[in-house]
């Protein structure tokens, strides 16, 4: 199994262009999640899904928009880049909310 | 989700025990304590969670006390590769799955 997947690994972007963060799961997992960490901070939620179809925000979902439409792919757009969105972005799946996760890599993100 | 408190930073010498402590004094009765890390720039990795019992897998234990306000993840012989920031999270078994990641301690461990 690979495991959780998250394309790209690094990405620039300019103010106000948008792009799409990719995360993929082998694991048939039902809950997947998306997290950011900023440096000297703990990771903190930005949207998440308990299966195919239904997604809902975290703690910092502003500024990013989710869709579930397999179990595998749970992928992250940001509509209008800022600079304020810099920042190391997380995947996680389990097999249910309550279970322990499984994080990707990460996406090394710098918005100028 | 009750609140954790970890010292900042701890150090252990290669092949000796490493006990990183957390406090949760005010945790519920519905609460699990997980334990996770992150070594260097990576995704974090899951290492154990228990309820009130004491629990041991292939990586570590975790020893909860029986009033549940406080616990310690144990690395029974530390090595190199164990230098990460280790995070103590409590959480409800069946939320939104969020996990609450604080500070964490940083370990280093030291040849």
């Known amino acids: 199994n690979a495991g959780v997947t998250q394309t790209p690994k690094f990405q620039v972007l300019k103010t106000g262009q948008s792009m799409t963060l990719q995360c993929a799961q082998d694991?048939?997992?039902?809950?997947m999640s998306w997290y950011r960490q900023d440096p000297g901070m703990g990771l903190r939620l930005i949207h998440y899904?308990?299966?195919?179809?239904?997604?809902d925000q975290g703690e910092v979902p502003n500024g990013y928009n989710v869709s579930r439409s397999t179990t595998e792919d749970f992928p992250l757009r940001l509509l209008s880049a800022a600079p304020s969105q810099t920042s190391v972005y997380f995947c996680?799946?389990?097999?249910?909310?309550?279970?322990?996760?499984?994080f990707g890599p990460g996406t090394r993100l710098t918005v100028l | 989700d009750a609140k954790t408190t970890q010292p900042p930073s701890m150090d252990c010498a290669e092949g000796r025990a490493a006990n990183l402590p957390c406090n949760h004094s005010?945790?519920?009765?519905?609460?699990?304590v997980y334990w996770y890390r992150q070594i260097h720039s990576q995704g974090p990795q899951y290492i154990i969670h228990?309820?009130?019992n004491n629990e041991t897998n292939e990586m570590a234990s975790l020893i909860i006390t029986e009033d549940r306000k406080s616990s310690t993840l144990i690395l029974p012989h530390a090595t190199l590769r164990d230098t990460a920031v280790y995070y103590c999270?409590?959480?409800?078994?069946?939320?939104?799955?969020?996990?609450?990641f604080g500070q964490g301690t940083t370990l280093q461990v030291k040849p």
């Open positions: 005010t945790i519920s009765g519905n609460e699990y």
């Open positions: 899904s308990v299966g195919a179809g239904i997604t």
């Open positions: 694991m048939n997992h039902e809950y």
């Open positions: 228990g309820l009130k």
């Open positions: 996680a799946s389990s097999r249910q909310e309550w279970n322990e996760q499984f």
């Open positions: 999270i409590v959480r409800v078994a069946s939320n939104t799955g969020k996990l609450i």
